[in-house]
């Protein structure tokens, strides 16, 4: 009788597979830029993706990432750590932007930053300034050589307040 009830939560876990990810979150990667207080800042590439920047009916932005075999977008983000029990307390900053796998070395300013479709997104029970904006001010050297991935990054948000606006990273 026991054999009877393994064999159907055998056969279901077989379907319960979980979906493998692109994303690289190397232990080799060192961000040198400064962390605002309170939180955790962490930087990853999405391999082989490509960013989708849309918009809906109320002009907000957002994204998608699909395959991309010839880019990939790489992730800074920062997250508030919370409070247990603090309801409304959390806050996340990011910063995403796509690059042609095939770049080695690339230096863009201002509106020229949108090429890499760069968005910034803040996240946070803060009305009326939340959700992903368009960078569009700032400079971004990006250099990948031998398999590591330099990013210097300084850009400004006009539309909402921002907790960090450098980064400097170094992803092997």
């Given amino acids: ?3 009877l009830f393994f064999i159907p939560l055998v056969f279901l876990m077989t379907f319960c597979k979980s979906s493998k990810t692109t994303v690289s979150k190397s232990s080799e990667s060192f961000i040198s830029s400064v962390c605002p207080e309170n939180g955790k800042c962490t930087i990853q590439i999405h391999k082989n993706k490509s960013l989708i920047v849309k918009s809906d009916e109320f002009g ?3 994204h998608q990432m699909a395959d ?3 880019t990939s ?3 800074y983000e920062y997250n508030r750590t919370v409070e247990e029990g603090l309801q409304d307390g959390q806050h996340r900053e990011e910063i995403l932007f796509e690059i042609n796998n095939a770049t080695a070395n ?3 300013t201002d509106k020229m930053l949108q090429s890499t479709k760069m968005l910034f997104g803040r996240h946070c029970y803060c009305k009326g300034q939340a959700g992903f904006f368009k960078v569009e001010q700032g ?4 250099k990948n050589e031998n398999g590591t991935i330099t990013i210097a990054l300084d850009f400004q948000i006009t539309k909402v307040p921002q907790l960090f606006s ?3 990273a170094t992803i092997k």
């Fill in 1 to 3: 009788m026991k054999n």
């Fill in 60 to 62: 907000s932005i957002y």
């Fill in 68 to 70: 991309n075999q010839e």
């Fill in 73 to 75: 977008i790489i992730q």
């Fill in 106 to 108: 690339i230096s863009v």
């Fill in 139 to 142: 400079t971004l050297n990006f």
């Fill in 166 to 168: 450098k980064v400097n």
